[in-house]
């Protein structure tokens, strides 16, 4: 009994030491497995985080206002939200800006803007949004800018409202230089979006075609008229006459309220004194001494549109500049 005794007592101590060992086999196999399950699945997880926006997410773009919108949507598409901080119509050269400009740009991946020191809003605007991520897009980079062309004359003693102190900002009047801001904003979304790369690379190729084609039509429809002299209201169109070979020959500086008697006989010898074929006004502009102006020098009063007004649809930009190019052709006959 007693010899029984122990073979029972060994045999629990064999089964004890060999359900130990199986119990730690499988402990390290299934640790095993939860390693390599582990280091499989951490590759696509370092990968998302290097990611600047989710695959499921746009991006979100801001625009200072209406040509660099039109441009940037065109580019864009339906591959990111574009939304616009200046409203059409408003004058951008003295715009303030408002608690929502601060929180579009807050939340915002990219703020394209025209450069130039066109918007000078800008700044303490980004400043106060604080959004370290922003990428901000140039759209005039390498473009070299104007100083003036023409003389700007004055016609009162007022203070001029705004200056060009990095020449002159209106460079999207210019087809030409329109392409190279499509150019300068695809790559800008690029290197942002890679993701969409194909989308904003056709687009833009599809856009400066268009923008081809219209630097086409204003060569071939001025050219008849190199003789055309104009004067202007606002200094927006010195790239557009260096490019087709037409001379503006002054800026004439009007304010539209406060004008003594001298203030308007200055405005007509001034411009009796350039004896040009035509006077151009912009859209919205209801100047009442513009219209006197061109009634008492018996020239008539066109507009050019500087499309800081207008339609959000990117293809208005061509609606607009072929107006601009018929309101050319006949005022320059």
């Not at 002159?168 to 190279?180: E, G, I, S």
């Not at 923008?211 to 071939?220: D, G, H, P, R, Y």
């Not at 074929?277 to 050019?304: I, M």
Request: hydrophobic share 35%.
């Amino acid at each position: 009994m007693v010899i029984l005794a122990g073979k029972t007592h060994k045999m629990g101590i064999l089964s004890l030491i060999t359900l130990l060992i199986f119990s730690t086999v499988v402990g390290c196999k299934q640790s095993n497995t939860n390693q390599r399950t582990n280091y499989v699945q951490s590759p696509p997880a370092q990968e998302a985080a290097s990611t600047p926006v989710e695959s499921s997410e746009k991006i979100k773009i801001v625009t200072t206002f209406l040509p660099i919108y039109l441009f940037t949507k065109a580019v864009a598409g339906d591959a990111a939200d574009v939304t616009i901080l200046v409203p059409p119509g408003t004058e951008v050269h003295e715009y303030q800006a408002t608690p929502e400009n601060v929180k579009a740009i807050a939340t915002a991946n990219v703020l394209v803007k025209n450069g130039l020191g066109l918007e000078e809003f800008l700044e303490g605007t980004v400043k106060n949004a604080q959004n370290p991520q922003l990428t901000e897009i140039d759209a005039s980079k390498g473009i070299k800018p104007l100083n003036e062309i023409s003389p700007i004359e004055t016609t009162t003693t007022k203070e001029k409202e705004h200056e060009h102190t990095e020449g002159n900002p209106h460079v999207w009047l210019d087809p030409v230089m329109a392409k190279q801001q499509v150019t300068n904003i695809r790559d800008g979304l690029i290197a942002v979006d890679p993701r969409n790369k194909t989308t904003y690379e056709a687009n833009a190729a599809a856009y400066i075609q268009k923008l081809e084609t219209l630097n086409s039509e204003f060569q071939q429809s001025l050219q008849k008229t190199p003789n055309c002299t104009f004067i202007t209201f606002h200094d927006a169109y010195p790239y557009l006459a260096q490019r087709y070979n037409i001379k503006q020959v002054a800026v004439v500086e009007i304010p539209e309220d406060q004008l003594s008697p001298a203030d308007v006989q200055n405005a007509v010898n001034t411009v009796k004194k350039y004896q040009v074929k035509a006077l151009f006004s912009e859209p919205g502009v209801d100047n009442k001494l513009l219209k006197s102006l061109s009634k008492d020098l018996n020239l008539n009063l066109r507009t050019l549109d500087s499309l800081e007004t207008g339609e959000t649809n990117p293809q208005y930009y061509f609606q607009a500049m072929k107006a601009n190019l018929q309101t050319l052709q006949t005022a320059c006959k």
